[in-house]
């Protein structure tokens, strides 16, 4: 049902005035709806209408009833309110006229305030003059109090001498404090100067105080008195500091002393002086020895009177036996770095490591049972920096080189003195030629690791390194002596009269050298493994012992082909297809220089077999290149491949009979040789010398030439198409192979005589 104008006149001022009301009004309203429509949706439901009607009738009667209490509760609240502030203003206006009065009476007493400020006045100088009157007889009294403490401090009274002190102190300072606090800073000058007396004793008491620490570490031994009462006297000062301190209004002159500090000072300054400012020692041989030795001893000795009775001596807070011990470590290193700065030799920079780095952690210092566990070494950091310990390190290994070098020198002056000598060189038991060099050397060099190993793992690589590149500085050296005698030895071969046992000695040397190189590893597992295995040495170093044994393999054979190159000379000719005396005679040198061979160990010896066997192949072949001879018929080529045959069996049962497989031999290429040379058929010399050149590879067109010619039945057809298959079936060099014929140089063949502006035929 809709409202009248009226009404919605009447409504309109509440809803502008309570917009919240007709909200509420509005969601009620929809509640009631929404309720209404789930109740009644059905016919049959709205039987119950009356009862619902009656119940939320009562249920609105029974929240007007609420609402009306809850109002008149609020109602009677403001009431009770406005009463209260009505009581209020009137006791507000009652002290306003209370203030009133109490102003206008304090106005009437200014005047008789003025009279009571002149009072006050006089009042506080009645108080400083009593003041004054009361300290009068101390003042007059300053001068004889210092006298008589001044002998007192004579008499090593301190602590009656220091008590009179601190009451002159305090009695000037008292009086300082008064003048500052009143701005009278003109008069502190004279006062300091009527106690400038304080000064003299203050410095005459410090004096002995510092003298008594400075002998602290006898005084606790023979006199602790003396050293508790100074460090009391001490204490006393320090107490005086931080009152001071504290009062931050004001700080007399001379504080704070600081004597504790000073007290640290001294103790370190004399533990300083006493080990570590002496006079400049021998920095060499004995002297730095004894001087580490007297450090050690009386380190020890001060550090354990320190633990057991300084200790005692003085408060806990000292921390006296940190102090000490971090003293006699600051000192001691830089003592040793000082040293270190000096250019010393192996042995005293080998000391100084050892000290350093074993010595001085060990139960004999720093860890000594009687310092334990007071004394903690790690705690202090190292002794020397680990740089400084490198540079020194490598300092030592670069002394022990240039001794190295030094015995290595010599020795091997020695070593080339003894082979000059009229006797071979000496035998071991088993009858292989030696020297003493390798054990010379050797032992040298692993005296010189194992004492580095004393020091530390890193010390002891740096020498072992040393010792490796020393070692193949030395081969060279022992390389070019070699060279040089071998220079020598080929303009008169009778110097040195034993040449070919001193090479062999040298070929001995050697393997012994390589076999011991693996004993000088710092690495115990390193030293059962041969040197050729080991990866720990250098391929450099390898490649030296290799050259050195090379070397002398070369200089035996150039002494074999010396004796053999004039049976050489004679063939090939007639007279040696005549008969086996040429042959005979190789195998006598041979045979003879191979008996000396056998004085060297077998590595080397199957070596000098092979090398031999292969100058020997080598060396018949060139002679049989040299175009000294052409069969000039078949039966002749018949005699030439008999001498082959005959020559080539014997030289091989002979190197057989020494010890060296057929395998290992290159006579085979003499017997191939003869095949091609037996050849009846020409036509089937093309596939005879293919077959040739796969075996033999490094055979050139030259080779295969002047062999045809020795043949002296080659047309120049047949030579063609032979040299034609050459040329369309090059041959790759197989791996490993061992050449023959490259180290064969043919005669170039000779120039046919042109007349000029003709054809060359």
């Not at 370190?268 to 730095?288: C, K, S, W, Y």
Request: net charge negative; hydrophobic share 40%.
């Amino acid at each position: 049902m809709g409202m009248s104008a009226k009404d919605e006149r009447c409504a309109s001022p509440t809803d502008e005035e309570w917009p919240e009301v007709e909200k509420a009004e509005k969601l009620a309203r929809g509640a009631a709806l929404k309720w209404a429509s789930g109740v009644f949706y059905r016919p049959e439901k709205l039987e119950g209408l009356g009862h619902y009607r009656n119940r939320e009738t009562q249920r609105n009667s029974s929240i007007q009833s609420r609402l009306k209490s809850t109002v008149q509760s609020y109602l009677e609240g403001v009431s009770t309110g406005l009463e209260q502030l009505r009581s209020a203003v009137q006791e507000v206006q009652s002290v306003c006229q209370d203030m009133g009065a109490a102003r206008w009476a304090l106005l009437d007493c200014a005047d008789r305030f003025q009279g009571l400020q002149q009072m006050r006045a006089l009042m506080a100088e009645h108080v400083q003059l009593a003041s004054v009157v009361q300290v009068l007889p101390q003042l007059f009294s300053v001068h004889e109090v210092f006298s008589h403490t001044l002998q007192l401090l004579r008499g090593r009274r301190l602590l009656e001498a220091h008590a009179e002190l601190m009451m002159m102190e305090h009695l000037r300072d008292d009086i300082l404090s008064q003048l500052h606090l009143r701005g009278l800073s003109g008069a502190q000058a004279t006062v300091l100067s009527y106690f400038s007396g304080l000064q003299e004793l203050n410095e005459s008491l410090a004096k002995q105080l510092w003298g008594i620490v400075g002998s602290s570490l006898q005084l606790v031994r023979e006199d602790p008195v003396l050293f508790v009462t100074a460090v009391r006297i001490i204490e006393r000062e320090e107490k005086i500091d931080d009152t001071l301190l504290l009062d931050a209004t004001f700080l007399p002159p001379g504080r704070p002393k600081g004597w504790r500090q000073k007290f640290y000072h001294v103790l370190q300054e004399t533990i300083t002086a006493a080990h570590f400012n002496a006079v400049r020692m021998d920095a060499e041989g004995p002297g730095l020895a004894r001087h580490l030795a007297a450090l050690q001893r009386d380190i020890v000795a001060e550090l354990r009177v320190v633990k057991d009775l300084m200790v005692q001596c003085v408060p806990a807070h000292y921390n006296i036996l940190s102090v000490c011990t971090a003293t006699y470590h600051r000192a001691l290193s830089s003592h040793l770095q000082d040293i270190l700065r000096e250019d010393l030799d192996k042995q005293a920079l080998f000391l100084l490591l050892e000290w350093v780095l074993r010595m001085y952690p060990s139960p004999e210092v720093m860890g000594h049972p009687d310092l334990l566990p007071e004394v903690d070494v790690s705690s202090l950091g190292p002794l020397v920096s680990p740089e400084l310990v490198d540079q020194t390190e490598r300092k030592y290994v670069e002394k022990v080189k240039a001794s190295v070098l030094e015995w290595m020198q010599r020795t091997l002056e020695v070593e080339f003195k003894e082979w000059f000598r009229e006797e071979e060189p000496e035998m071991d038991h088993q009858g292989f030629f030696q020297s003493a060099l390798p054990v010379i050397v050797v032992q040298m060099l692993s005296e010189n690791i194992q004492v580095a190993s004393l020091i530390t793992d890193s010390l002891q690589q740096k020498v072992y390194n040393m010792a490796l590149e020393e070692l193949e500085a030395f081969l060279g050296r022992l390389r070019e002596v070699l060279v040089q005698c071998g220079k020598e030895h080929q303009k008169d071969r009778t110097v040195p009269k034993h040449y070919v046992p001193y090479l062999l000695a040298m070929l001995n040397n050697n393997l012994a050298l390589s076999s011991s190189i693996p004993s000088l590893h710092p690495n115990a597992a390193c030293r059962e493994v041969p040197a050729s295995l080991c990866r720990e040495v250098p391929a450099s170093l390898r490649a030296a012992l290799d050259k050195i044994q090379k070397k002398a393999c070369q200089l035996l054979l150039e002494e074999l082909l010396l004796d053999l190159q004039p049976l050489y000379a004679q063939l090939p000719s007639r007279k040696w297809l005549s008969g086996p005396q040429l042959v005979n005679s190789m195998c006598e040198v041979i045979d003879k220089y191979t008996k000396d061979f056998s004085h060297v160990r077998k590595p080397a010896f199957t070596l000098l077999l092979m090398e031999s066997e292969l100058l020997v192949v080598s060396q018949y072949l060139r002679a049989l290149m040299q175009k000294k001879m052409v069969c000039k018929s078949k039966e002749e080529r018949g005699q030439l491949c008999e001498r082959l045959l005959q020559d080539a069996t014997q030289l091989r049962e002979l190197f057989c009979s020494l010890g060296l497989d057929r395998r290992q031999q290159s006579l085979e290429a003499v017997f191939a040789l003869r095949e091609l040379i037996c050849l009846k058929d020409p036509a089937l010399l093309s596939l005879e010398v293919l077959g040739f050149i796969t075996k033999y590879p490094d055979a050139s067109d030259e080779h295969i030439s002047t062999l045809l010619d020795l043949r002296g039945d080659i047309s120049k057809d047949v030579r063609h198409l032979v040299l034609e298959m050459m040329a369309q079936n090059p041959q790759p060099l197989p791996e490993g192979y061992r050449p023959i014929f490259s180290t064969i140089l043919v005669p170039a063949p000779e120039q046919p005589f042109c007349l000029r502006k003709a054809k060359c035929a």
